[in-house]
C-alpha cells in the first residue's frame, strides 16, 4: 500500500506529474509536479509541517482541503502556506513553520 494519497478530496484524482525534485529543510526530496506539496511530503514519509506557537506542539495533515491551518509551512520565503493545496513546482523551498517562523524554538 502506497503512502501517496491518490485522490485529494477537493482536488480529486490527478494524472501523475513529472518528476520534480524540490527542498524540505535541507534535504533534496522529489514529488509529482502539480501534487499538493502534502502529498508529496506525506509519500516521502514527513507527517509533521509546523510547530504551534504557544505549547510548541506538532501538527500536519489534518482537513486536507485548505481550510485549518495544520498544514501551513514556508515555501519559498513565504510563510503560512496551506500545503495541501499548493501544488508541487520543481526546486521549491520548503520549511518546517515554528510558530510564524523556520526558527526552532528555543530548549526552555
Known amino acids: 500500500m502506497s503512502a501517496r494519497i491518490e485522490e485529494h478530496p477537493i482536488l480529486g484524482a490527478r494524472e501523475k506529474g513529472r518528476t520534480v525534485k524540490f527542498k524540505i529543510d ?3 526530496i522529489e514529488g ?3 501534487e ?3 502529498t508529496a511530503l506525506k509519500a516521502a514519509g514527513i507527517m509533521i509541517h509546523r510547530y504551534t506557537q504557544k505549547e510548541h506542539k506538532p501538527r500536519g495533515i489534518f482537513c486536507a482541503i485548505g481550510r485549518c491551518t495544520d498544514c501551513v509551512m514556508i515555501v519559498d520565503g ?3 502556506v ?4 499548493t501544488p508541487l513546482k520543481e526546486g521549491m523551498v ?3 513553520q515554528y510558530g510564524v517562523s523556520a526558527t ?4 526552555q
Open 82 to 85: 496551506r500545503t495541501c493545496i
Open 78 to 80: 513565504i510563510p503560512n
Open 36 to 38: 499538493p506539496i502534502a
Open 26 to 28: 535541507g534535504k533534496e
Open 32 to 34: 509529482y509536479e502539480g
Open 94 to 96: 520548503v520549511q518546517t
Open 104 to 107: 526552532p524554538f528555543e530548549k
